[in-house]
């Protein structure tokens, strides 16, 4: 099994549609990232989260919301979506120091028609 | 605002050749400065890192060069090859989290 599980794999969802993206680990780490990929780009920071009761934004928040429901697992919510919000998201962990890097997830390619 | 850019946005390099990608910053209080490694489906994971207080870190074909003054690094990729072909990203943090990335550079290794 991966070491960050992200489900699902694609999805297609309407706009204003509410939608949940889930992140699931195994690594044991306190840190737990949101990030997603646009072509140009890169990764932006979404949320992030040190642990179960420590969640915070990052660069571009507007219209996520997040839930740490236990140390492994952090889901990322779009309440209404819309077309620019469609995009590669990727789940990411570390531990406390940092310094042996991120952990990501395998990706959730997001299409909002 | 992209607090790291990256350049060049994709190259074509032959096998065997050397590829080299760079990245500024502005914030000086970055102490960490990652490069990672992204296939197509899937996610990103460490190439190799560096901390400011060294010029040079090497790993097998992959170097890091790092400019304190200049607030620049780049990774070189030597000898380069096919299984090279990936999209290259770097990034910089303070204190080992909230990675900030650059753009991402597509690498093409031509055999």
């Known amino acids: 099994d991966a070491d960050v599980t992200q489900t699902p794999r694609n999805r297609i969802t309407k706009t204003g549609k509410r939608i949940m993206l889930e992140c699931s680990q195994t690594?044991?780490?306190?840190?737990m990232y949101w990030y997603r990929q646009d072509p140009g780009l890169g990764l932006r920071l979404i949320y992030y989260?040190?642990?179960?009761?420590?969640?915070n934004k990052g660069e571009i928040s507007d219209g996520y919301s997040v839930s740490r429901q236990a140390q492994a697992k952090f889901s990322l919510s779009l309440e209404s979506a819309i077309p620019n919000q469609t995009a590669l998201y990727f789940c990411a962990t570390s531990d406390r120091t940092g310094s042996y890097g991120y952990t990501f997830g395998s990706g959730t390619r997001l299409t909002v028609v | 605002q992209q607090q790291v850019k990256q350049s060049p946005q994709s190259l074509i390099v032959q096998k065997g050749g050397i590829s080299i990608i760079n990245c500024a910053y502005e914030?000086?209080?970055?102490?960490?400065f990652p490069w990672y490694q992204q296939f197509p489906g899937k996610g990103p994971a460490l190439l190799i890192a560096?901390?400011?207080?060294?010029s040079e870190k090497k790993e097998g074909r992959f170097t890091i060069s790092f400019n304190k003054s200049a607030k620049q690094f780049s990774l070189h990729i030597m000898d380069s090859q096919p299984g090279d072909s990936a999209t290259y990203f770097c990034?910089?943090?303070?204190?080992?989290?909230?990675?900030?990335f650059g753009a991402g550079t597509t690498v093409t290794v031509r055999a």
């Open positions: 914030n000086t209080a970055f102490d960490y």
């Open positions: 690594k044991g780490h306190d840190r």
């Open positions: 990034a910089a943090s303070i204190n080992d989290y909230k990675l900030s």
């Open positions: 989260s040190f642990d179960v009761k420590d969640i």
């Open positions: 560096i901390r400011p207080d060294v």
